[in-house]
């Protein structure tokens, strides 16, 4: 039973290129979350995503970042015209599906270190 | 604004003995408190929660504590092994759709 996989592991963009960041969830599991993590901090959520839905996206900026959970295939974080200040450490988590009053575990792929040169 | 708090970023603990990390946090609805250890360019990775409702909880060698008038939980590892080394995450759940996460604290343990 594979966990939840992130691609690529180390991604390098130019300041003005796109970054496109690729997270698989657990088998079984339903909801996506994003997270981000700055040199030095602790992780900073960003969205929300059920398949074809986001949920809760409160933690994006509201410029240039996006992401989607399609039908098939994995959830996306999309980084448009990045800037130095987007370097950081990507974090995909994956839970299964929500029972009402119950607290589902987060279980956290490798992550996506992004370098904006 | 941050909402959990981890005011000690490293801690170093001798072999054997007790690991005691704190976290404190200032949002009374957080209903679920989890922690999460971190090695080096890995994921986070699930340690033990506890429910609001209740004010300890305990796994084998990791026991939290949580107080809620103080707005206070804490880990405890005992014994401590060099394997315990790693960044410990406190993260507070207000609902079941995100984790509010602490800074981190560096544990070390050495022999």
């Known amino acids: 039973n594979a966990g939840v996989m992130q691609n690529p592991r180390h991604l390098v963009r130019r300041r003005g290129q796109e970054a496109r960041l690729r997270c698989s969830p657990m088998k079984g599991h339903s909801h996506v979350y994003w997270y981000r993590q700055l040199p030095e901090e602790g992780l900073k959520f960003m969205v929300y995503?059920?398949?074809?839905?986001?949920?809760?996206e409160s933690g994006m900026p509201k410029e240039r970042f996006s992401a989607e959970f399609p039908k098939e295939g994995p959830s996306i974080l999309r980084i448009q015209q990045v800037v130095r200040g987007d370097s950081a450490a990507y974090f995909c988590?994956?839970?299964?599906?929500?029972?009402?009053?119950?607290?589902?575990?987060?279980?956290f792929g490798p992550g996506t270190r992004l370098t904006v040169l | 604004d941050q909402q959990v708090k981890q005011n000690s970023p490293s801690l170093s603990v001798q072999e054997g003995r007790i690991s005691i990390l704190n976290c404190d946090y200032t949002n009374s609805m957080f209903d679920y408190f989890l922690w999460y250890k971190k090695y080096p360019a890995e994921g986070p990775t699930f340690l033990i929660s506890i429910s609001s409702i209740k004010d300890k909880n305990e796994d084998g060698r990791f026991t939290v504590f949580l107080n809620k008038s103080a707005k206070h939980l804490s880990l405890h590892i005992v014994p401590s092994q060099p394997g315990d080394s790693a960044v410990y995450f406190c993260a507070a759940s207000p609902d079941t759709d995100k984790l509010i996460f602490g800074t981190g604290t560096r544990l070390q343990v050495f022999p």
């Open positions: 995503l059920q398949k074809e839905n986001i949920i809760d």
């Open positions: 988590a994956s839970s299964p599906l929500e029972v009402s009053g119950v607290y589902n575990e987060q279980f």
